[in-house]
C-alpha cells in the first residue's frame, strides 16, 4: 500500500490505478465523517449564503485534518498518476498534458485509466502485470 500511493519509481497497471482511485474515494469519505462528527462537537455558525464558518482556536482541528487530506491527496495522487504514465512508457512530465485546454484532460484520462500499459520491460522498470 505504502508503495502504491507514496513511491514514484517503477510501474502500475489499471488495476492498481483504480484500486488507488477506490482507496482515494473512501479517504474522501472518511475525512468528511471525521468533520460532520467534529461539526457536532465543534460547532461554527452558517452564514446567510450557506457557507460554514468556525473561528479562532477551535478550527486547529479543521485545519489540520484539511492539511493533512490535501497533503495526502496531492502526494498520492501525483505518485500514482506518474507510475501508471511509466506503465504507458510515458515520462511523469506527461501529467502536465492536463493544462492544455479542452484536449489536455481528456488524453490524460484516456493514458491513465483507459489504455493498455506496455508489454514486457520498459526504461521505468518490469512489465507491471508480471510484477
Known amino acids: 500500500m505504502k508503495k502504491l500511493l ?10 492498481k490505478m483504480w484500486f488507488a482511485v477506490l482507496i482515494h474515494i473512501i479517504a474522501a469519505a472518511v475525512v468528511g465523517l471525521v468533520f460532520t462528527l467534529l461539526w457536532s462537537v465543534i460547532p461554527g455558525s452558517i452564514s446567510e449564503d450557506g457557507t460554514y464558518h468556525v473561528e479562532g482556536a477551535v478550527a486547529v482541528p479543521y485545519i489540520v485534518l484539511s492539511l493533512a487530506y490535501i497533503i495526502f491527496s496531492v502526494w498520492s495522487g501525483l505518485a500514482v498518476a506518474i507510475k501508471r504514465l511509466h506503465d504507458r512508457n510515458k515520462s511523469g512530465w506527461f501529467f502536465l498534458i492536463q493544462f492544455v485546454p479542452l484536449i489536455g484532460s481528456i488524453w490524460y484520462l484516456v ?13 521505468f522498470g518490469e512489465d507491471a502485470i508480471a510484477a
Open 6 to 15: 507514496f513511491t514514484f519509481e517503477g510501474r502500475i497497471n489499471r488495476q
Open 111 to 123: 493514458e491513465v485509466l483507459l489504455l493498455k500499459g506496455t508489454t514486457g520491460t520498459n526504461r
